[in-house]
């Protein structure tokens, strides 16, 4: 059996990350960085983000000893079909190979189901279904023949259980995770592993917003957790470099819950 001197190295790879330009897609950008990664392609709607997100993403590696490090801002709609083309081209354009592809980019409106619009359905799972799907399709071939790659999709505790007042994001999401199962028993054969982390309450930027313009308070949101806390985009990227290296080479078609641990009925802890 071959012993990896560290399995969780990216260095020799390359990879894109949708949905890049905050939160958790950046800081797994940050972390690849840092385990070596030769090249990440940063994929969001807004250049501005983008530029930002780059412009750290480099500096970084010059810190932590990755100065060659080459990243590659690509404005990107990933519910557009030819938007997600021209990723890949220039994702291929520019290192000639895709090691990694981590499917981020989602999220939603909540709602209660009778009052969905249609048009609100439909956003909803082009976002979080379809847009996984054509980066898949579209950076899969170029894995296919390379003969090897991985998928990492980020899913939600709403694909494992359901949320109120969320039916379309709650459909979309488990519709992904049981996508990442096909694509992983289609594509293994061809040397490529696709997995899913279906992610729990996480302070990003955009949450840790939404939360404060509702009036919630992420330390009490926390409390009904396992660990007693919320999550940081951190405990999502490191979750993520896992999938994405050798340290996960054995592991194919699987959904994670990174949520801060089981919350079960019976009588209250002490």
Known sequence: MTVLADPLSLRGRTAIVTGGGTGIGAETARIFVRHGVDGVVLAARTQADLDRVKAELEEL???????????????TDVKKEESVVALVEAAIDAFGRIDVLVNNAGGTRMGPLEST??????????LNAKGPFLCTREAGRHMIAAGRGVIVNLSSGAGVTGVRYGAGYSAAKAALQMFTRVTAAEWGRH?????????????SERASAAWEVA????????KGTALGRIGVPADIGHAVLFLATDASAYVSGQTFSVDGGPVLGGPPQD
């Open 61 to 75: 590696g010059a810190q932590v000893g990755n100065p060659d490090v080459r990243v590659l801002a690509v404005p």
């Open 117 to 126: 619009p249609t048009k609100a359905w439909d956003s909803v799972f082009d």
């Open 191 to 203: 040397g490529i592993r696709a997995n899913c982390i279906a992610v729990g309450g996480v302070a």
């Open 215 to 222: 009036g919630l308070d992420p330390a009490e949101m926390g």
